[in-house]
């Protein structure tokens, strides 16, 4: 125990029963340090450490999150106390479910005999641990995002960190959902002042860049018009070029002369399709012609589906189905009322856009725009109204919540139920625990792999629940066991945050 005397020096002012609050808080403080140096300098901590930072580095795998803004910030502005936290390592894979099992399989080899890999809360996310600690959260992402985020990663030590702009846009995604986790804002908000404050964002002259997509066709003013008021109509809540255009005041002079009447929309609906099909209906009324709607799937998880509206050769508008609830100010625009997307939730999609790898985002426009709104979100950080609301609490779309994401993986349950053999069961459901018979790299038939998985996690958790001994049906013991588990794991990961969503968007 260090001897540095603990005293709290209280104010005439503050009430004895405060001041009492103040040792006893003080005390827990410093009891708690002690706690973490002993944890994080013993061996088996260190042995653990290395063993995932190594598997990292092997695999040429990218860190994301905390850890990852934490480790390429100077050491002086470093969040993290090495000397006292155990880091914990979420990072991105192409193949997350087999890095998953073969981390798990890497520890049993090194002498780790408490060792499990399971699904996440989130599908295609897989988390470690080792002697009941999350050592690693690794999640999937498609190749060719993966690819475009490794190109601009930065290696410190020998391991990748995703870039400064996606880590960037993680965080203004999460400050963007009000309806999300609001209580790590404020911790989410200083570590995206320190990124900004080394890492700020940089982009090529953007004065010989048009802010605006190009736009040939005579009937413009007519399809500007007819496209903007069927949106406002729709509700939606716009966030492109046409949403930048409302901020020109706060443009140099330069940049406003770039602006014209072009029809250059992206909007956020809940019912994309819907949208599109009302804005090419609306369009036809005014004699356009040569109208169609393109569709564009999802893109791993950062890029929702949306529906390219093109009138001949030129794109007009993409409408967007939300992700998640997205904060969005309401102002007067013509006697209408007007859904304009804050500017955390417009750098969120501006930043998400640069590694689709798709030809239709033009990486230096889209950067030019996010730096403008960055530059306006910093010199106007204490407006609290109109356009420069920041933390709006109105939000669009819908934040799925933890009762539903259970009752989305119970619905799953019982659809693959009868086909635990399946790669997909396994995705939804991992629950592997390293034996002997599995790390030498036996091919095993996957339904007896499930199976043994069962049975040893069944015999481990005997002690402490007698109602497993008799269970016999595979949906009862599967969830009986996670319960179990849960119990020793969340006590643990509860410090790291109450409630933590853990998707690749959070931080």
């Known amino acids: 125990m260090s001897k540095k005397k603990l005293s709290v020096k209280c104010d005439k002012n503050i009430s004895f029963v405060d001041c009492e609050m103040s040792i006893l808080r003080l005390a827990v403080d410093k009891a708690e340090e002690n706690i973490g140096k002993r944890v994080v300098s013993s061996p088996e901590i260190k042995s653990m450490i290395e063993i995932v930072e190594n598997f990292i580095k092997k695999k040429n795998l990218i860190c994301y999150g905390g850890t990852a803004i934490n480790n390429i910030l100077p050491k002086q502005d470093q969040f993290y106390n090495k000397e006292m936290e155990v880091p914990d390592y979420d990072f991105f894979s192409i193949q997350a479910l087999e890095d998953a ?3 798990a399989n890497v520890y049993y080899k090194n002498g780790f005999t408490d060792v499990e890999a399971k699904s996440g809360q989130h599908h295609g996310t897989y988390k470690v641990f080792v002697n009941f600690t999350p050592i690693a959260d690794i999640t999937y992402l498609p190749k060719e995002i993966f690819q475009s985020i490794k190109k601009e990663s930065i290696r410190v030590g020998g391991i990748l960190y995703a870039p400064p702009n ?25 570590r995206i002042t320190l990124l900004n404050k080394h890492y700020p964002l940089t982009t090529k002259n953007c004065d010989e860049i048009d802010f605006q997509r190009e736009f040939e ?8 018009e007819t496209v903007k008021n069927t949106l406002i109509n729709q509700g939606v809540v716009f966030f492109g070029g046409f949403a930048v255009s409302l901020y020109s005041k706060y443009m140099p002079k330069n940049l406003q002369k770039q602006l014209k009447r072009i029809p ?5 609906s ?5 949208t599109a099909e009302i804005v090419k209906e609306r369009l036809k009324d005014v004699g356009i012609k040569n109208v169609k709607i393109v569709r564009h799937d999802a893109i791993g998880g950062i890029i929702p589906l949306s529906y390219e509206i093109i009138v001949d050769e030129d794109t007009i508008a993409f409408i967007y189905k939300p992700i998640a609830c997205h904060s969005y100010n309401e102002i007067k625009y013509n006697n209408n009322h007007l859904r304009i997307a804050t500017i955390d939730t417009m750098m969120a999609f501006y930043l998400a856009f640069l590694y689709a790898n798709k030809p239709y985002y033009d990486t230096d426009r889209i950067l030019c725009m996010a730096k403008f709104l960055f530059e306006v979100q910093q010199k106007n950080r204490l407006q609290q109204k109109g356009l420069l609301k920041r933390f709006s609490i109105e939000c669009y779309g819908h934040q799925d919540t933890v009762e539903e994401m259970r009752a989305e993986k119970a ?10 053999g399946s790669r997909e069961f396994e995705e939804w459901f991992l629950l592997y625990r390293p034996v002997g018979k599995n790390i030498n790299g036996d091919d095993d038939d996957d339904k007896k ?4 998985i069962v ?6 958790s005997k002690h402490r629940n007698k109602t497993h001994k008799n269970t016999h049906a595979f949906k009862s013991r599967y969830f009986k066991v996670i319960k179990s588990k849960a119990r020793h794991t969340n006590k643990r990961t509860k410090r790291r945050g109450k409630g933590r969503s853990r998707n690749f968007f959070f931080f």
């Open 166 to 190: 996606y880590l960037r846009m993680g965080m203004f995604l999460e400050l963007s959902r009000p309806a999300g986790d609001i209580s790590r804002w404020e911790k989410v908000l200083k």
């Open 455 to 460: 049975h040893v996690e069944t015999r481990s």
């Open 264 to 268: 250059d929309f992206d909007v956020l």
């Open 449 to 452: 792999q499930d199976k043994k």
């Open 101 to 103: 099992k073969e981390l």
């Open 217 to 224: 066709n005579e009937n413009g003013d007519e399809i500007y």
């Open 270 to 274: 809940q019912d994309p399709e819907t």
């Open 411 to 420: 619905k799953k349950f019982t659809e693959l139920k009868n086909n635990r």
